[in-house]
């Protein structure tokens, strides 16, 4: 299984510029969400879903866009670029909803994608 | 949001049992609490879960105390492979309307 997928791994914009972030997961989960890493700090969620046509804010969502069409992927939108927008991106999956004994609460996240903007 | 308090940083030599100790004051009754690692450049991952007593798998044991307000990460005989960032999360497993926030997470540096 690929499990959670992001693609691009790597990526530099100028500021201004707009671009998506795509994830997709091959797991069936109803729960996705994206988080941003700062060097040498936590992770912060930006958004989350908990299924197909459903999303909501996380803590840091401002200058972020998301939707949620298909069960498997959940792309992020950057409206305008900025420089304090460089950071690395992780989306991450969870089963949830349904059978109870399906939601084990384990997320799974990808392997990154790394934004730099100039 | 049921937040999260961990200790910064913690140093360890190999073969050693370390504890890293969280506090969630404000945890709910249909939280549980979850225990990541994370090493540089990677995606956090999954170790350990539990939601009251003890729980124990082949690279860890979680302890909850009654009163769910805190818990504790244990690791035993860590080796240089175990230098991460752990993270403890709380949350509705089930996810529903749920921010699964992280704390700012533990640094263990393990050392020879």
């Known amino acids: 299984n690929a499990g959670v997928t992001q693609t691009p791994k790597f990526q530099v914009l100028k500021t201004g510029q707009s671009m998506t972030l795509q994830c997709a997961q091959d797991m069936n989960h109803e729960y996705m969400s994206w988080y941003r890493q700062d060097p040498g700090m936590g992770l912060r969620l930006i958004h989350y879903?908990?299924?197909?046509?459903?999303?909501d804010q996380g803590e840091v969502p401002n200058g972020y866009n998301v939707s949620r069409s298909t069960t498997e992927d959940f792309p992020l939108r950057l409206l305008s670029a900025a420089p304090s927008q460089t950071s690395v991106y992780f989306c991450?999956?969870?089963?949830?909803?349904?059978?109870?004994?399906?939601?084990?609460?384990?997320?799974?996240f990808g392997e990154g994608s790394r934004l730099t903007v100039l | 949001l049921a937040k999260t308090t961990q200790p910064i940083s913690m140093d360890s030599y190999e073969g050693q049992e370390v504890n890293i100790t969280c506090s969630h004051n404000?945890?709910?009754?249909?939280?549980?609490i979850t225990w990541y690692q994370q090493f540089p450049s990677q995606g956090p991952r999954f170790i350990i879960q539990g939601y009251k007593t003890k729980v124990t798998n082949e690279v860890a044991s979680l302890f909850i105390p009654a009163d769910r307000k805190s818990s504790t990460l244990s690791l035993p005989r860590v080796s240089l492979s175990d230098t991460a960032v752990y993270y403890c999360?709380?949350?509705?497993?089930?996810?529903?309307?749920?921010?699964?926030?992280f704390g700012a997470g533990t640094i263990l540096r393990v050392k020879s």
């Open positions: 999360l709380v949350g509705d497993r089930l996810g529903y309307g749920n921010k699964l926030v």
């Open positions: 404000n945890i709910a009754t249909n939280d549980y």
């Open positions: 879903s908990v299924g197909a046509g459903i999303t």
């Open positions: 991450a999956s969870m089963a949830s909803g349904g059978a109870h004994e399906l939601n084990t609460g384990e997320l799974f």
